[in-house]
């Protein structure tokens, strides 16, 4: 076989130019195995044609082609974004892939705006303002809001909110914001509030607290102690930001920290933020090494795949020198546009920090492991329990929510052998008659037609190779019936189905355990397989009654104006500001339309007409 790969890569080799490019490794059922980028396309490939010198992964690889396919781009920079996009896309089994990919959050100030406000931001860069970050998780940025509040007074209200409130609100009263909204501060005053939350923000910390301080001591020297007390709670609540920083590194300014830690073909990548000389936070990061990639491999692919979402700060430090970085450099210099640069430190505080990392990265890793280990037994004793063929390596759970019928909603998770994989998690809405019918067999059935019928309509080799060994629905035999009618209808008659109903008196512990065409059996109380069922049912009924309930509250503020034709939200906000509520436009005579900013005329009688039709 090994000779056949190398053959038809040899002949490849033939018709290639020397131009940098992207190349794919093909098996005979159509699947990528390998995507890979090359300053020169024909002498890259060629490599592959000589099987001395290539790694064990390498030769595994060459032994399955079947084809290969080539793009040719300008630039070996371009290479490296095509090859990293289409690692992302395909998920080839030999590449390096970054699993995680989720955004960080920042904690984003709108300076355009006459007074600012104070929120957490996810995502692209697109709106004006400062962004600082980014933090490890979503906790870690809403204590630090909540810090600065305390400190700077700074709204955090949403903008039409701010835009229609009469009165200041409750964050007001308990010291967490100077109510800008009902007028409490002057603009300048408050702009004097975001100068110093920007400037504690980047960096320099000391230098406002000091002169919180000056302030705190001339109003105690004035006699104004209730003035002193705010200024002195302030300060309290800078000196909590800071002591929440374990690390403060004294020569690092703004950098990532990448550092690695590899046993057999398993690794564990500790990324850890630095920005104005602290610890903003760390994310672990357990990426496929493509049947055991090297440590340059691994890295090289890794960070690359890491930024193309995301903006690097000017250093980037690494626990593994790469043999190459020039291509790399200029990617990251494009991406934060402003010189980036790669240290691979050999001592010092920046080498202090690689190996704290490093050993986080084991420790890490270790505990990954071990989870593996265990959730495999658990999964070999559900094997057991259940009697299946198969070894359930993908389980996907079922399960709907809805409230006598309304804002109903389907929900699917998955696990694996290394736990739950909520980037696969899916959510359903369901057609308006099932709804309305509030039929859960109906709502079982029509989940499992799109989750696999769409599937093989789109690409039919994906699907197989992401099918599930096991499908587990909450419910008795009428809901395993339903799912396993449903599958055989969509020629899928491999996938193990068994119902957890709740038991006598719907008490947890109880549970019945039901198989197609089989009696339900109960597992005993302590059996640890139970409680595995346990946990797995209530991770599906939390994702649904999750989905459920943020589609009940996006409904509960739906206002009437969302219904009239022509008015979007910049006019929606123009009428809210001018009347304060959707009742008192309704009330709204036609001249006070019209007086509103964006509506016309013939806008104000379609908003009047509008109102008075529905009553």
Not at 33 to 55: I, M, Q, W
Not at 208 to 221: C, F, R, T, Y
Not at 597 to 610: M, P, R, T, W, Y
């Amino acid at each position: 076989m090994i000779l056949e790969g190398v053959e038809i890569v040899k002949d490849n080799v033939r018709k290639l130019s020397q131009k940098p490019g992207v190349y794919r490794m093909i098996d005979k059922k159509g699947d990528i195995l390998y995507v890979g980028k090359a300053k020169n396309l024909r002498k890259r490939v060629a490599s592959y044609a000589k099987l001395e010198g290539n790694s064990n992964r390498i030769k595994r690889m060459i032994s399955e082609i079947s084809s290969m396919a080539f793009l040719t781009t300008e630039t070996e920079v371009e290479a490296l974004l095509l090859e990293q996009n289409l690692i992302k896309e395909l998920k080839p089994k030999y590449n390096v892939l970054l699993r995680d990919d989720k955004s960080f959050p920042y904690i984003y100030l709108s300076t355009h705006q006459s007074f600012p406000r104070l929120s957490k931001h996810r995502g692209g860069r697109g709106k004006l303002g400062k962004y600082y970050g980014p933090f490890s998780s979503a906790p870690a940025t809403n204590r630090t809001i909540n810090q600065l509040q305390k400190a700077f007074l700074l709204r955090t209200c949403t903008d039409p909110d701010f835009g229609t409130r009469k009165r200041a609100c409750l964050l007001y009263q308990i010291k967490k914001c100077s109510a800008p909204c009902v007028g409490y501060i002057s603009e300048e005053a408050y702009s004097d509030l975001c100068n110093q939350a920007n400037k504690f923000l980047t960096g320099e910390n000391s230098k406002v607290q000091s002169n919180l301080a000056i302030e705190m001591e001339n109003a105690s020297a004035q006699l104004l102690f209730e003035k002193a007390a705010k200024l002195r709670d302030r300060i309290r609540a800078l000196t909590e930001i800071q002591s929440s920083q374990k690390i403060n590194p004294k020569t690092v300014k703004d950098a990532d920290l990448f550092a690695l830690f590899e046993s057999g073909n398993e690794a564990c990548i500790q990324v850890v933020f630095i920005r104005n000389n602290k610890i903003f936070g760390n994310h672990a990061y357990f990426p496929k090494t493509g049947r055991g990639a090297d440590s340059f491999e691994l890295m090289e692919a890794f960070i690359t795949q890491f930024y193309l979402n995301r903006v690097p700060p000017s250093e980037i430090i690494l626990s593994n020198d790469l043999p190459d970085t020039k291509v790399l450099k200029t990617f990251l210099t494009a991406r934060a546009n402003l010189k980036v640069h790669i240290i691979f430190p050999k001592r010092g505080e920046k080498k202090e920090l690689i190996s704290w990392a490093i050993k986080n990265a084991e420790e890490e890793l270790i505990r990954k492991l071990s989870d593996i280990l265990n959730q495999k037994q658990l999964i070999t004793g559900l094997q057991k329990k259940l009697n299946l063929n198969k070894y359930p390596s993908r389980i996907e759970v079922y399960d709907n929510s809805h409230f006598q019928g309304k804002h109903a909603l389907g929900a699917m998770i998955v696990l694996g052998d290394e736990g739950y994989i909520k980037s696969q998690y899916r959510k359903y809405n369901f057609s308006e008659d099932i709804v309305k019918k509030g039929d859960d067999l109906a709502m079982m059935k029509e989940m499992l037609s799109r989750r696999f019928r769409k599937k093989y309509e789109n690409a039919k080799a994906n699907v197989l190779s992401n099918m599930p060994e096991l499908i587990i629905v909450d419910g008795g035999k009428a809901q395993v019936s339903a799912a396993v009618s449903t599958l055989h209808s969509l020629g899928l008659k491999d996938i193990s189905v068994v119902g957890v109903a709740k038991g006598l008196d719907r008490n947890a512990g109880k549970e019945e355990i039901y198989l197609h065409g089989q009696r339900p059996f109960t597992l005993k109380s302590k059996d640890p397989i139970l409680y595995f069922m346990q946990r797995i049912r209530d991770e599906a009924h939390r994702f649904a009654i999750g989905g459920h309930r943020l589609k009940r509250a996006k409904d509960a503020y739906i206002s009437p104006l969302d219904e009239i034709e022509g008015i979007g939200s910049v006019r929606k906000k123009s009428l809210l500001s001018k009347f304060g509520s959707a009742k008192a436009v309704s009330k709204a005579s036609r001249l006070d339309l019209k007086s509103v900013d964006g509506i016309s005329q013939e806008l104000a009688k379609v908003i009047f007409n509008h109102f008075r039709e529905s009553n």
